[in-house]
């Protein structure tokens, strides 16, 4: 199961710049999560959880936004959506082709935190 690496290097990589924030509690990490970056979602939320175990993210969500395979469609001149992964060519139009402009993203969108800093 990959996704318990993925999790641990997500861990590893929030808890270092939570370090360089300072004194706050996170509540929650945001991640992107394209449809074609090859994570299942409920191994990875699993896997989150027991990433965090004795660490700076304890006790913290992991919310996903899910997005949807984008192609930059030769016809519509825009970026649209797939009909399915099974059928690789714009929604809209039918036409095949198009250079994929979004589906295999896997990062940090935000990090949700409490401020614990004293005095201010």
Same mark, same amino acid.
Not at 41 to 58: G, H, M, P
Not at 86 to 99: H, L
């Given at each position: 199961?990959? &996704?318990?690496?993925? #999790? ?11 370090? =360089?924030?300072? +004194?706050? !509690? ?10 074609? #970056? ?10 989150? &959880?027991?990433? @965090?175990?004795?660490? *700076?993210? #304890? %006790?913290? !969500? *992991?919310?996903?936004? &899910?997005? +949807?395979?984008?192609?930059? /469609? +030769?016809? @519509?001149?825009?970026?649209? &959506? ?7 060519? /714009?929604?809209? @139009?039918?036409?095949?082709? %198009? =250079? ?9 969108? #935000? ?5 614990? =800093?004293?005095?201010?």
């Amino acid at each position: 199961m990959h &996704e318990l690496s993925i #999790a641990i290097s997500l861990v590893e990589a929030v808890q270092e710049e939570l370090v =360089k924030l300072g +004194p706050v !509690r996170p509540l929650a990490v945001h991640l992107q999560l394209g449809q074609l #970056a090859g994570v299942v979602r409920d191994a990875l939320e699993f896997s989150y &959880e027991i990433a @965090c175990q004795n660490t *700076l993210l #304890a %006790g913290s !969500r *992991l919310i996903i936004e &899910e997005l +949807p395979i984008l192609v930059d /469609c +030769p016809v @519509c001149g825009v970026p649209r &959506e797939i009909v399915s992964l099974q059928e690789f060519r /714009c929604a809209v @139009c039918g036409s095949t082709g %198009g =250079k994929l402009v979004q589906g295999r993203e896997l990062q940090v969108a #935000a990090l949700e935190i409490e401020d614990n =800093k004293s005095g201010t």
